[in-house]
C-alpha cells in the first residue's frame, strides 16, 4: 500500500435513541493510502454515513464517539485530530440531497469563495474569481453567470457540481462522498460519476465513497468495504471483491443487483431485514439471514481476519462458504 | 414574474381585503343595539328630532346605499362625526396617532434588541445553563401581565428614580423619549418571550441542515457561520413572528396607554367605547385593521427581500 492518509481505529459511535443508546457504528477500521478510492457499501442503517461524518466531526449534537481517527495533514504519517483541524483544510465532504446542502440564501459563487476568502485570506474579487475557475473546472457552462445564480434555480446536476466546486474550494486532500449520485437522474449520476473521477486523477485527491450502489462504487473505486449493521464484514480489492466475494452478505448483495449480461436472472434479494441497532443478534450479525449459517455461527466472537495479503473478512466459515457458494 | 411579481400579485391581493375589513366596521354600526339618533339627540328629544337626525345622517336609506356611502366616505378620509364632541372622527385619531406610532416603534425596537440576542445565544447553546436562564425568564415574561409590570415598574423605577413621568406625553423629543421609555420597556417585556422562542427555534431547525453541515466542512466557524448562513435564513420565520406581534401590540398598547396615561389611540378606544361613541370605536377599529394589513403586507415583502425562493413558492 501507497503512504497512509487515513486511519481508522475501533470507530464506536454511540446515539441517544429514546430513552436508551444504540451503537449504529460498532468496532470499525478503516485504512487508506494516498490518493486511494476507498468504496463502503451497505444497506440504509449500516452505519455507512455515520462513518463517514465521524471521519470529517459532523456527527448530529450527542453524538459519542470512541476509537481512534489519524489523518495526514502535511507530508508526514497519520497524527490524532480535531474536527477544526481538517475543516476546510484537509477533507471535504460532498452530500446525498444538493438542495439542502446548498445555502438557499447565498449565491453559488459567494458559497464557493468562502473558503478561499477564509483560509487563503483572498479578497471578495479574486475569491469570486477563484470560485469562477473551480466552476469551470467542474464543468459548469457559462460560470460567471451561473456564479450570481441560486441554488433554487440550477438543475440538480449542476447543484451536484456546485457541490463539488464547494468542496474542492478548500485543495482537500481527501473528498468524502456521501451518496452523491443517489439523488440524480441515471444520465446524470455517471457525469458526477466521470467528473470525480477525473478530479480524482488529476489532483490526486483521495475519496472515500459510500453508497449503496455496488455498480456505482465498482466504476470508481480501488478497494471496497462492505458495512452490515454498524461493522464492516470484508474488504478488500474491487475487482477481487466482485469476482469472488469472501462474505455471504457480499454475495448476496451482489445477487441482488441486477445484470444485463445475464439471460434469465432472477434477483435474489435478501431474505429477512437488516437488524435492529437496539438488539444485535449475538456473534455474526448477519447469521439471521445468512444461508450458509452454521450453529457457531451465533457463538464465535466476530472479528475482520486477513483472508489474503490484502483481503479480510469476518466470516469463520470462509472456507465453507466458498466451496458451497460458488 | 421573479420578486417584483409577488409583491405586485400580494398588494392586488391586499384591496379585496380591505373593503371586507371596512364592511365588517360598517356592520358593526348597523348591528350594535341601541339607536344612533336617539344617541346623539339625546333622551329627551322628540320623535321628531329623531326623525330629523335620521334624514340628516341618511339612517332612513337602504343598508347598500349606507355602505356606497360610508365606503366613500373612508376613501375621503372622512370617518364620521364623533357624538359626543362632535369633531370629525379622522381628526381625533391624527391628534393620538403620534404617541402610539411613538409607543410602538419603541416598544418594537426595544423587543428586537432583547430578543434577536437573547434567541441567538439560547439557539447556541442549546439545553445549556444560558439557554435554561433564557427561557426561564422568558416564562416570567410571558406569565406577567402587561398592567402589572408596568405598574412595577412606575412603583420600582419611575417613583423612586423621579428620571420618567408617572403618566403623560411630553413636547420635546427628550421628553417624549422618557415618557415612552417604560411604556415602551413594558410592552417589550411582554413580547419579547415570544420572539425570542420562535427565534431559538428558527435557528436551531437551521442550524440542523445540511448546508449548515456543508459550511462547517469548508471552516466557516463562529460569528461567520451565524452571519452569513444561519441568520439569514432563520430571519424569514422571524420577521413573520415579528409582525403576528406587532398585531397583538397594537391590543397590548390599548392597556399600556390607559396604565401609563399616555393620550394615543389605545386609551382614545377605551374612551371612546366607555362613551359609547360609536363612530370613533368604527374609526379606531378600522385603524387597528388596516395596521394589522400593513404590517403583514411589510413582513410578506421583507421576506420575499430575504429569501430569494419566495418567487417559486407562490
Redesign the interface.
Known sequence: MTKRLLEVEDLRITLQAGSGTITPVDGVNLALGRGEALGIAGESGSGKSLTLKSIIGLLPQGAQVEGNLRFALGDESPIPYTSTDVHGRGISIIFQEPMTALNPTMRVGDLIAEGPRIHEGLSKTAARERAVELMRQVGIPAPERRAKMWPHQLSGGLRQRVMIATALSTRPKLLLCDEPTTALDVSIQDQILGLLQEIRINLGMSIIFVSHDLAVLGELCDRLAIMYAGQIVETGPTDDVFTKPNHPYTEALMTSVPSFDATSVKLAGIEGHPPDPRSFPPGCRFSPRCRYAREDCTEADFELVATDADRSSACIHTEVFAEGGR | MGRFGFVARRLLQTIPMLFGIVLVVFLVLQITPGDPARQIAGLRASEADLEEVRQELGLNDPIIAQYGRYVGNVLQGDLGYSYKSRKPVADIIGDRISVTVWLLSTGVLMTLLISVPLGVIAALR?DRMADHAIRGFGLLGLSMPAFWTGVILLLLVALPTGWFPAGGFGDTFGEKLRAIFLPALTLAIGSSPFIIRGLRAAMISVM????I?????????GG?LVR??VL??AAGPGVTLVAIEIGYLLFGAVVIETTFALPGVGQGLVIAAQGRDLPSVQGYTLLFALVVVAVYLLSDIVTAI????VE?DT
Do not use: C, Q, W
Not at chain 2, 440542523?208 to 448546508?211: C, H, K, L, T
Not at chain 2, 430575504?306 to 425562493?309: A, E, I, Q, T, V
Open positions: 442549546k440542523e441542515s445540511d448546508y453541515s456543508t459550511a462547517r466542512s469548508i471552516g466557516v466557524a461567520r452569513r448562513f439569514r435564513n430575504l429569501d430569494p425562493r417559486i
